[in-house]
Protein backbone atom coordinates (compact mmCIF):
# COMPACT_ATOMS: atom_id res chain seq x y z
CA UNK A 1 0.00 0.00 0.00
CA UNK A 2 1.14 3.69 -0.28
CA UNK A 3 1.83 5.41 2.74
CA UNK A 4 1.31 8.93 3.66
CA UNK A 5 3.70 11.06 5.38
CA UNK A 6 2.80 14.48 6.42
CA UNK A 7 4.94 17.17 8.15
CA UNK A 8 4.39 18.67 10.38
CA UNK A 9 2.34 16.65 12.82
CA UNK A 10 1.21 20.16 14.37
CA UNK A 11 2.14 23.50 14.28
CA UNK A 12 1.41 27.24 16.24
CA UNK A 13 0.37 30.03 13.82
CA UNK A 14 -1.46 33.34 14.05
CA UNK A 15 -4.27 34.86 12.44
CA UNK A 16 -2.83 36.36 9.14
CA UNK A 17 0.22 33.80 9.16
CA UNK A 18 1.02 32.07 6.11
CA UNK A 19 1.20 28.53 6.69
CA UNK A 20 2.34 25.29 4.73
CA UNK A 21 1.64 21.60 5.01
CA UNK A 22 4.03 18.90 3.48
CA UNK A 23 2.44 15.89 2.03
CA UNK A 24 5.30 12.49 0.88
CA UNK A 25 3.88 9.83 -0.58
CA UNK A 26 6.22 6.18 -0.38
CA UNK A 27 5.42 6.13 -4.10
CA UNK A 28 4.65 8.10 -7.15
CA UNK A 29 0.77 8.98 -7.10
CA UNK A 30 1.44 11.55 -9.90
CA UNK A 31 -0.97 14.07 -9.11
CA UNK A 32 -4.12 12.01 -6.86
CA UNK A 33 -3.69 13.75 -4.10
CA UNK A 34 -6.85 15.64 -2.16
CA UNK A 35 -6.23 17.83 1.29
CA UNK A 36 -8.99 18.12 3.80
CA UNK A 37 -10.12 19.92 6.59
CA UNK A 38 -11.46 18.28 9.46
CA UNK A 39 -12.60 20.40 12.71
CA UNK A 40 -13.56 19.04 16.11
CA UNK A 41 -17.14 17.04 16.08
CA UNK A 42 -17.50 18.36 12.27
CA UNK A 43 -17.39 16.11 9.51
CA UNK A 44 -14.19 16.28 7.14
CA UNK A 45 -14.13 18.81 4.50
CA UNK A 46 -12.51 18.40 0.84
CA UNK A 47 -10.58 21.48 -0.15
CA UNK A 48 -7.98 20.42 -2.90
CA UNK A 49 -8.62 17.43 -5.48
CA UNK A 50 -6.01 16.87 -7.77
CA UNK A 51 -3.31 18.26 -6.25
CA UNK A 52 -3.98 21.44 -7.43
CA UNK A 53 -7.88 22.13 -7.97
CA UNK A 54 -9.79 24.25 -5.28
CA UNK A 55 -13.10 22.56 -4.22
CA UNK A 56 -16.05 24.84 -5.00
CA UNK A 57 -16.79 27.27 -1.93
CA UNK A 58 -13.59 27.08 -0.78
CA UNK A 59 -11.90 29.94 -0.22
CA UNK A 60 -8.93 31.11 -2.70
CA UNK A 61 -6.31 31.62 0.08
CA UNK A 62 -6.00 27.71 0.36
CA UNK A 63 -4.01 26.30 -2.44
CA UNK A 64 -2.35 22.87 -3.36
CA UNK A 65 1.04 21.59 -5.59
CA UNK A 66 3.05 19.34 -6.01
CA UNK A 67 3.08 16.07 -7.74
CA UNK A 68 5.07 12.73 -8.31
CA UNK A 69 6.21 11.87 -4.52
CA UNK A 70 5.77 15.67 -3.08
CA UNK A 71 2.73 18.06 -1.81
CA UNK A 72 2.12 20.97 -0.10
CA UNK A 73 -1.30 22.67 1.30
CA UNK A 74 -0.82 26.70 1.61
CA UNK A 75 -3.33 28.85 2.98
CA UNK A 76 -1.51 32.54 2.60
CA UNK A 77 -3.35 34.46 5.37
CA UNK A 78 -4.49 32.47 8.30
CA UNK A 79 -8.36 33.06 9.21
CA UNK A 80 -9.97 32.06 13.20
CA UNK A 81 -12.37 29.76 10.81
CA UNK A 82 -8.81 27.60 9.47
CA UNK A 83 -7.03 26.70 13.23
CA UNK A 84 -8.33 22.80 12.28
CA UNK A 85 -6.42 19.03 11.58
CA UNK A 86 -5.52 18.93 7.90
CA UNK A 87 -5.30 15.56 5.73
CA UNK A 88 -3.28 14.67 2.65
CA UNK A 89 -5.12 11.30 0.98
CA UNK A 90 -4.00 9.93 -1.87
CA UNK A 91 -6.21 8.10 -4.81
CA UNK A 92 -3.71 7.10 -7.06
CA UNK A 93 -4.13 3.33 -6.58
CA UNK A 94 -5.49 0.52 -4.27
CA UNK A 95 -7.14 1.50 -1.15
CA UNK A 96 -7.28 5.47 -0.73
CA UNK A 97 -4.49 6.07 2.36
CA UNK A 98 -4.61 9.48 4.75
CA UNK A 99 -1.77 11.09 6.23
CA UNK A 100 -1.51 11.33 9.71
CA UNK A 101 -2.37 14.75 9.78
CA UNK A 102 -1.61 17.97 10.50
CA UNK A 103 -3.19 20.30 13.32
CA UNK A 104 -3.06 23.80 12.80
CA UNK A 105 -3.26 25.71 17.00
CA UNK A 106 -3.63 29.59 17.81
CA UNK B 1 -27.40 18.41 -2.72
CA UNK B 2 -26.84 14.96 -1.66
CA UNK B 3 -26.69 14.70 1.72
CA UNK B 4 -25.51 11.46 3.89
CA UNK B 5 -26.51 10.40 7.72
CA UNK B 6 -25.03 7.47 9.08
CA UNK B 7 -27.36 4.93 12.14
CA UNK B 8 -26.86 2.52 14.01
CA UNK B 9 -25.72 1.45 17.40
CA UNK B 10 -23.69 3.58 19.05
CA UNK B 11 -22.96 1.13 21.42
CA UNK B 12 -21.14 -2.88 20.53
CA UNK B 13 -20.09 -5.26 22.82
CA UNK B 14 -16.83 -6.91 21.94
CA UNK B 15 -16.29 -10.07 20.13
CA UNK B 16 -19.80 -8.88 18.43
CA UNK B 17 -20.76 -7.23 15.11
CA UNK B 18 -20.43 -3.46 14.48
CA UNK B 19 -23.49 -2.58 12.17
CA UNK B 20 -23.86 1.00 10.44
CA UNK B 21 -25.75 1.84 7.47
CA UNK B 22 -25.66 5.40 5.54
CA UNK B 23 -28.61 6.70 4.23
CA UNK B 24 -28.18 9.28 1.09
CA UNK B 25 -30.95 12.38 0.34
CA UNK B 26 -31.04 14.71 -2.16
CA UNK B 27 -29.72 11.74 -5.11
CA UNK B 28 -29.25 8.51 -5.80
CA UNK B 29 -26.84 5.51 -5.96
CA UNK B 30 -26.10 5.02 -9.40
CA UNK B 31 -22.50 5.97 -9.27
CA UNK B 32 -19.23 6.68 -8.12
CA UNK B 33 -18.38 5.25 -4.56
CA UNK B 34 -19.74 5.04 -1.37
CA UNK B 35 -16.69 4.80 1.19
CA UNK B 36 -16.57 4.39 5.32
CA UNK B 37 -13.66 6.46 7.39
CA UNK B 38 -13.22 6.03 10.88
CA UNK B 39 -11.49 8.23 13.46
CA UNK B 40 -10.83 6.59 17.00
CA UNK B 41 -10.44 8.71 19.95
CA UNK B 42 -7.18 10.95 19.37
CA UNK B 43 -6.06 9.51 16.23
CA UNK B 44 -6.14 10.37 12.55
CA UNK B 45 -8.53 9.47 10.00
CA UNK B 46 -8.14 5.73 8.64
CA UNK B 47 -10.21 4.96 5.72
CA UNK B 48 -11.92 1.63 5.51
CA UNK B 49 -13.41 0.67 2.25
CA UNK B 50 -15.77 1.78 -0.51
CA UNK B 51 -18.32 0.22 -3.14
CA UNK B 52 -19.16 1.23 -6.33
CA UNK B 53 -23.14 1.45 -7.12
CA UNK B 54 -23.02 -1.68 -8.81
CA UNK B 55 -21.28 -3.41 -5.43
CA UNK B 56 -17.63 -4.04 -6.11
CA UNK B 57 -15.50 -3.32 -3.20
CA UNK B 58 -11.84 -2.59 -2.04
CA UNK B 59 -11.15 -2.49 1.79
CA UNK B 60 -8.23 -1.18 3.77
CA UNK B 61 -5.77 -4.30 4.46
CA UNK B 62 -5.64 -3.82 7.68
CA UNK B 63 -9.67 -5.05 7.87
CA UNK B 64 -9.63 -7.76 5.17
CA UNK B 65 -11.21 -10.91 6.59
CA UNK B 66 -13.35 -8.54 9.17
CA UNK B 67 -15.31 -6.06 6.91
CA UNK B 68 -18.33 -6.22 4.70
CA UNK B 69 -19.82 -3.19 2.60
CA UNK B 70 -22.90 -3.86 0.82
CA UNK B 71 -24.97 -1.48 -1.30
CA UNK B 72 -29.08 -1.13 -1.43
CA UNK B 73 -29.56 1.07 -3.98
CA UNK B 74 -33.32 0.65 -4.23
CA UNK B 75 -33.47 2.69 -0.53
CA UNK B 76 -30.40 4.42 -1.65
CA UNK B 77 -28.17 3.02 1.40
CA UNK B 78 -25.20 1.48 1.81
CA UNK B 79 -23.75 -0.51 4.69
CA UNK B 80 -21.16 -1.57 6.92
CA UNK B 81 -20.00 -4.40 8.97
CA UNK B 82 -17.19 -5.45 11.26
CA UNK B 83 -17.31 -8.74 12.94
CA UNK B 84 -14.94 -9.95 16.27
CA UNK B 85 -14.80 -5.81 17.40
CA UNK B 86 -12.57 -4.98 19.88
CA UNK B 87 -11.77 -1.92 22.15
CA UNK B 88 -9.56 -0.88 19.23
CA UNK B 89 -12.51 -0.56 17.01
CA UNK B 90 -14.41 2.42 18.63
CA UNK B 91 -14.50 5.38 16.98
CA UNK B 92 -16.25 8.05 14.73
CA UNK B 93 -17.85 6.15 11.55
CA UNK B 94 -18.17 8.41 8.63
CA UNK B 95 -19.55 7.55 5.71
CA UNK B 96 -18.71 9.74 2.57
CA UNK B 97 -19.07 9.67 -0.97
CA UNK B 98 -16.30 9.12 -3.04
CA UNK B 99 -16.95 11.26 -6.44
CA UNK B 100 -14.71 11.32 -9.93
CA UNK B 101 -14.29 15.23 -9.71
CA UNK B 102 -12.23 15.51 -12.43
CA UNK B 103 -11.81 12.73 -15.60
CA UNK B 104 -9.21 10.38 -15.59
CA UNK B 105 -9.86 9.26 -12.26
CA UNK B 106 -9.51 11.93 -10.04
CA UNK B 107 -11.70 10.79 -7.31
CA UNK B 108 -11.76 12.86 -4.16
CA UNK B 109 -14.16 12.35 -0.92
CA UNK B 110 -16.52 15.20 -1.31
CA UNK B 111 -19.67 14.74 0.31
CA UNK B 112 -19.59 13.20 3.89
CA UNK B 113 -21.73 12.18 6.51
CA UNK B 114 -21.37 14.09 10.18
CA UNK B 115 -20.40 10.68 11.56
CA UNK B 116 -21.71 7.93 14.16
CA UNK B 117 -19.38 7.54 17.49
CA UNK B 118 -19.54 3.94 18.32
CA UNK B 119 -18.17 2.73 21.50
CA UNK B 120 -16.98 -1.55 21.76
CA UNK B 121 -17.55 -1.90 25.47
CA UNK B 122 -18.80 -4.92 27.61
Known amino acids: DIQMTQSPSSLSASVGDRVTITCRASQTIRNYLNWYQHKPGKAPKLLIY???RLQSGVPSRFSGSGSGTDFTLTVTSLQPEDFATYYCQQGYSGPRTFGQGTKVEI | QVQLQESGPGLVKPSETLSLTCTVS????????WGWIRQPPGKGLQWIGFISYSGSTIYNPSLTGRVTLSVDRSKRQFSLKLISVTAADTAVYYCARDQELLSDYYYAMDVWGRGATVTVSS
Open chain 1, 50 to 52: AAS
Open chain 2, 26 to 33: GGSITSDY
